[in-house]
């Protein structure tokens, strides 16, 4: 008996060749998050230690702008909007009270930074769903191949049959073994995507605070 990846019939080894496609996709979006979640912890714990360590608003502000990080980013886009207030304060944007304009900017960057972090999810999530689906289309596809060979010969006997059958149901466990990492995977990091937020949010708030000590002024 000889059991090989490549089957005698072209939708098995079409499907086959789609669960590997899934399954480098879902190694390489862990790749590129993993890499992006280590890097935005760095620069996030570097901008922090000199934001808090900061002797002025005006000092925090000047290096806000020259460093990474998503909380930089948020503490760019709220200098930003304080910069704007002061000095187009008259036109309908910044209609209404400063405060409010600096949440609504504050709101809007995180959420544009949520989609940031949202990249890749819905793939993994899909992957996940499908791929032991599609490889148990590629069995059962892989099995009806089988008993049209076995009808041909006449023959059910072991060795007639255990070769077509086990090609078949590689499909499902190679749709079962690329499910299992994009799962556990888009579990993680949708937990490492609520912990970011979290922390932007709380980031938001404190700016808020001290914007509000200064008179939401730079």
């Not at 669960?19 to 998050?33: G, Q």
């Not at 309908?92 to 989609?115: A, C, F, I, W, Y």
């Not at 990091?189 to 200064?214: Q, V, Y």
Request: charged share 15%; hydrophobic share 45%.
């Amino acid at each position: 008996m000889n059991i090989s990846l490549m089957s005698s019939s072209p939708i098995i080894n079409g499907t086959l060749g789609l669960l590997i496609l899934f399954s480098i996709v879902t190694w390489s979006i862990i790749a590129i998050k993993l890499w992006q979640y280590w890097r935005d912890g760095k620069d996030n714990r570097v901008f922090n230690e000199s934001f808090w360590a900061a002797g002025e608003w005006q000092q925090a502000a000047r290096f806000s702008g020259e460093m990474p990080g998503n909380q930089a980013h948020l503490a760019q886009s709220g200098f930003a909007e304080l910069r704007d207030a002061q000095q187009q304060g008259g036109d309908m944007k910044h209609l209404g009270s400063p405060q409010d304009g600096l949440e609504r900017s504050l709101r809007q960057t995180v959420q544009n930074l949520q989609h940031k972090l949202e990249g890749g999810l819905a793939v993994l999530a899909s992957i996940g769903s499908t791929a032991p689906f599609v490889g148990l289309f590629g069995t059962v596809w892989g099995i009806m191949h089988a008993l049209t060979e076995i009808s041909k010969t006449g023959s059910a006997s072991l060795d007639v049959v255990a070769g077509p059958i086990g090609e078949a149901l590689i499909a499902t466990a190679i749709g079962i073994a690329t499910a299992i990492p994009a799962v556990l995977a888009y579990n993680f990091f949708l937990r490492r995507m609520k912990l970011s937020l979290a922390n932007l949010e709380n980031f938001a708030h404190d700016f808020m605070r001290l914007a509000a000590k200064h008179d939401y002024k730079i």
